[in-house]
């Protein structure tokens, strides 16, 4: 296949919508709907369905609209409406003034579950909760009837009305659709429709003492807003025997459900109950946590929305469920932030290099590149003295084999300065080199040796004299396995596989001067450690803070965890 075939290939979702264009159904419209609960934040998995139902209907002009879900006031807080709505903006949609909750209809939701108990399909039932389990079935047992299965007509409306006015206590009863109990599909077995629950609700507050269940409120919430297309991902395939027949029973109109494969990332968990679960335990230190892969904590981090759109784009829509390398994420930030991202110099762990034969009371201001991909965004000044900073790591006193930084009569060049070479090493009482002596050569102003002779290794620094002190945070995978949910003891959960090194603070990290005015969610590259972000929670005017992003994928990464390997 070609690449301009590649290009005008679509998934099969957009081959449906094309059929249905074709055939002028639903008058030839488009129009979609991203459906999130407000009990949590939205992650990275809901990106997905953003980028799709959001992006579809632009593709076909139609529209999109946002519409909460509230079913559950147990769960549900302003707080994440609110997140919801930030997060949908910052990945560059507009719902415009299509904002809708299950909450405006839940009015017509009431008369819709009175028509079903007029009709002789629905029953108020006296089951609790685990009476209803075990009267349910299993997937080779059929269901039993409910001994308030066969209340009448009048019966079951008194009662239903009774529930409404609030005569019973929570889970005294609830209202149960009249369908199945032998059917193979759980689903179908006289699932719950309403249930009593007093608490107050985020928008109608105390108006109601009685919610729809969200597999009840969902179908009919779509044809009320005269969707099209309702997508969904494939744990909801078995529930749309339910959603028909909801909507059958009602005689309305009726939207086409097409199911797809939900995301799921290698050492991430993308369940809102565990990451609920994190944040209330304090195994991270909110949801925003850099380290969540909730869109206000990938935000944090430093992740633009091009980046998670391409990254969208790229994995595309399945009909089966698979995994992803979470290296496909981050390579799609790379492609992204190695296009705009400014290059500085940074040194997180430092060493102090005295140049013995560089004037002590000269500096100088060199030219370094802003960005290497695009000439245009030019050059700034950096200033050099005689006294810089390394990375403790860029030096050994007694180096191993293929080791070409500094260290005793190796010479290495300077990222835009000198070549200098190792004279000696100073060390404390502990025998822990603290400082190492250099001489520098003059005529390598720039980085290049007029005589043309090569090294083999440039490194970057910072002088000391300019350089200011700054807190980074270096971030690694929240867990340690590719899937979290393994674990080898029974009664263990998925917080074992929690790593205890995601999360590392340097407090005296030396930086060029001109990073000081950096300002929240600026994005840098800090040459050859990686892409960091300023701290958008815990920086000031003057004193930010860098949280890393992601790392590179360089030879000297490669070298720093072969290393730490082997201190291991």
């Known amino acids: 296949m070609t690449e301009k075939e590649l290009k005008r290939s679509k998934d099969f979702i957009r081959e449906i919508i094309d059929a249905d264009l074709n055939s002028k159904k639903n008058d030839a419209r488009v129009h979609t709907r991203f459906p999130p609960e407000p009990n949590g934040y939205l992650h990275i998995g809901h ?3 953003i980028c799709l139902n959001f992006g579809i209907a632009k593709e076909y002009n139609g529209f999109c609209n946002l519409r909460f879900d509230d079913t559950n006031p147990c769960k549900e807080e302003t707080e994440y409406v609110e997140s919801i709505k930030e997060d949908v903006r910052w990945l560059g949609f507009d719902w415009q003034q299509r904002e809708f909750y299950a909450s405006d209809y839940f009015e017509k939701l009431y008369e819709y579950a009175l028509e079903l108990i007029n009709k002789g399909k629905a029953y108020v039932c006296g089951l609790n909760a685990q009476q209803i389990r075990e009267f349910r079935g299993t997937l080779t047992e059929p269901g039993k009837n409910s001994p308030f299965r066969e209340r009448s007509v009048k019966e079951n409306l008194d009662l239903f ?3 409404r006015k609030g005569e019973f206590e929570d889970g005294a009863c609830v209202l149960r659709a009249k369908i199945d109990m032998n059917s193979p599909n759980l689903n179908m077995r006289d699932p719950v429709l309403y249930r009593i629950m007093r608490a107050n609700h985020h928008r109608t507050q105390n108006k109601w003492c009685i919610y729809p269940m969200y597999d009840f409120a969902h179908g009919f919430c779509d044809s009320i ?6 997508i969904c991902t494939l744990e909801f395939e078995n529930h749309r025997p339910l959603y028909d027949w909801f909507l059958n029973e009602a005689a309305i109109f009726h939207p086409q459900q097409i199911e797809f494969a939900r995301l799921n990332l290698t050492y991430t968990v993308l369940s809102k109950r565990k990451l609920l679960a994190l944040v209330e335990k304090k195994h ?11 869109l206000s904590g990938l935000r944090r981090r430093g992740y633009t929305p091009q980046a998670i759109r391409k990254f969208c784009e790229h994995i595309g829509v399945a009909k089966f469920n698979s995994i992803i390398d979470i290296a496909v994420l981050e390579n799609s930030l790379r492609e992204e932030l190695n ?10 762990k430092p060493l102090k290099v005295v140049i013995d034969n560089y004037p002590q009371d000269k500096f100088e201001e060199l030219d370094a590149v802003n960005n290497p991909e695009d000439p245009s965004m030019g050059v700034h000044k950096v200033p050099f003295s005689g006294i810089i900073y390394i990375e403790k790591d860029d030096f050994r006193e007694d180096p191993p084999k293929k080791f070409y930084r500094l260290s005793p009569g190796m010479e290495v060049r300077l990222r835009y300065a000198y070549f200098i070479t190792c004279t000696h090493a100073v060390k404390d009482d502990n025998g822990e080199v603290i400082e190492v002596h250099c001489r520098y050569d003059p005529a390598t102003r720039g980085g290049d040796a007029p005589d043309g002779r090569k090294v083999k290794a440039t490194i970057h620094w910072v002088s000391a004299q300019h350089a200011f002190d700054s807190q980074v945070r270096l971030y690694e995978y929240l867990f340690i396995k590719e899937n979290p949910d393994e674990v080898e003891k029974e009664g263990d959960d998925f917080t074992v596989n929690l790593n205890p090194d995601s999360l590392q603070i340097l407090n005296s990290c030396k930086l060029e001067p001109g990073l ?4 929240s969610g600026d994005i840098f590259q800090f040459e050859r450690l990686g892409y960091f972000c300023v701290d958008s929670k815990d920086s000031s005017a003057g004193r930010p803070v860098f949280n890393r992003t992601v790392s590179l994928r360089d030879s000297w990464a490669k070298i720093e965890k072969k290393e730490k390997s082997e201190k291991q």
Not at 225 to 230: A, L, Q
Not at 516 to 519: P, R, S, V, W
């Open 47 to 49: 990106a997905k369905s």
């Open 161 to 163: 009305k009774r529930m």
């Open 284 to 294: 991270v230190s909110g949801w925003d946590d850099p380290r969540m892969p909730t």
């Open 339 to 348: 296009k705009k991202a400014l290059r500085a110099m940074a040194v997180l």
């Open 225 to 230: 807003e005269r969707i099209t297309h309702s």
């Open 516 to 519: 000081k005015l950096a300002k």
